[in-house]
């Protein structure tokens, strides 16, 4: 039963949820739960032990509540994820306190994504490319990267692009930023160190790079360089305009 009611997954019920538009139900016993606090249990098991450990089961027995019973408050796992996410999201910032015009505010956007992203690594998984539904905190997020732009004159399609640029760029370094083992990495370094002293002169530009120290650990901030690029690059757009 809960299977078939998350394979005839409602968008219309999904979207009532998130948007606090959803009916109560006027009889039965008075709800012991909120779908708020729902997802707050879910968030907490998916920041600990990652989407992949998430269920509605899970979420149920943490609550000290039936499976079932949990379907009052949220119609399946993947309404559940929607409003983690939502959740997570709060409230974007406001942009409106960031002077310098449209390039300073969508890197402030850009930077808070990125602590959204790595405090909830999760939300990478739960926001990809499907169209999920989307909540008003999300839209918000959007919302306010798009009114950062407006005043450079771009169109609406690069206006709604250059917000989807920047937004890859994080989750690309997101992604890694989590994949990155120290272990994995010093073994990873010195295997390939071996395999270009003996090799080097079949991938010259390779070695060069590694011995002038591309690979070297720094204390840069990882989101500077690539994501002045893409500011770069949306500059000269907007210029050439």
Same mark, same amino acid.
């Given at each position: 039963?809960?299977?078939? /009611?998350?394979?005839?997954?409602?968008?219309?019920t999904?979207?009532?949820?998130?948007?606090?538009?959803?009916?109560?139900?006027?009889r039965?016993p008075?709800?012991?739960?909120?779908?708020?606090?729902?997802?707050?249990?879910?968030?907490?098991?998916?920041?600990?032990?990652?989407?992949?450990?998430?269920?509605?089961?899970?979420?149920?027995?943490?609550?000290?509540?039936?499976?079932?019973?949990?379907?009052r408050?949220?119609?399946?796992?993947?309404?559940?994820v929607?409003?983690m996410?939502?959740?997570?999201?709060?409230?974007?910032?406001?942009?409106?306190?960031?002077?310098?015009g449209? /390039?300073?505010?969508?890197?402030?956007?850009?930077?808070?994504?990125?602590d959204?992203?790595r405090?909830?690594?999760?939300?990478?998984?739960?926001?990809?490319?499907r169209?999920?539904?989307?909540?008003?905190?999300?839209?918000?997020?959007?919302?306010?990267?798009?009114?950062?732009?407006?005043?450079?004159?771009?169109?609406?399609?690069?206006?709604h692009?250059?917000?989807?640029?920047?937004?890859?760029?994080?989750?690309?370094?997101?992604?890694?930023?989590l994949?990155?083992?120290?272990?994995?990495?010093?073994?990873?370094?010195?295997?390939?160190?071996?395999?270009?002293?003996?090799?080097?002169?079949?991938?010259?530009a390779?070695?060069?790079?590694?011995?002038?120290?591309?690979?070297?650990?720094?204390?840069?901030?990882?989101?500077?360089?690539?994501?002045?690029?893409?500011?770069e690059?949306i500059?000269?757009?907007?210029?050439?305009?």
């Open positions: 039963m809960p299977a078939n /009611r998350e394979s005839k997954r409602d968008p219309r999904s979207l009532a949820l998130l948007w606090g538009e959803a009916d109560r139900p006027r039965g008075k709800p012991k739960l909120t779908p708020s606090e729902v997802a707050r249990c879910g968030i907490e098991i998916a920041d600990a032990e990652g989407l992949e450990a998430l269920s509605m089961q899970r979420v149920a027995e943490t609550l000290r509540v039936t499976t079932m019973a949990l379907y408050y949220v119609p399946g796992k993947p309404d559940l929607d409003l996410v939502d959740t997570v999201l709060s409230d974007p910032p406001d942009l409106t306190r960031v002077l310098g449209w /390039r300073p505010r969508l890197e402030a956007w850009a930077r808070a994504c990125w959204v992203y405090a909830h690594p999760w939300i990478l998984t739960a926001t990809g490319m169209r999920q539904a989307m909540g008003p905190h999300q839209v918000a997020w959007l919302d306010a990267a798009l009114a950062a732009l407006e005043p450079s004159r771009l169109t609406a399609r690069q206006r692009d250059a917000v989807i640029l920047v937004l890859g760029h994080v989750r690309s370094l997101t992604h890694q930023v994949d990155y083992d120290e272990e994995s990495s010093t073994d990873w370094d010195r295997l390939t160190t071996d395999q270009l002293t003996r090799h080097g002169e079949r991938f010259p390779l070695t060069r790079a590694v011995a002038e120290g591309a690979f070297a650990p720094t204390d840069e901030d990882p989101l500077n360089f690539g994501l002045t690029c893409v500011l690059g500059a000269a757009l907007v210029e050439s305009g």
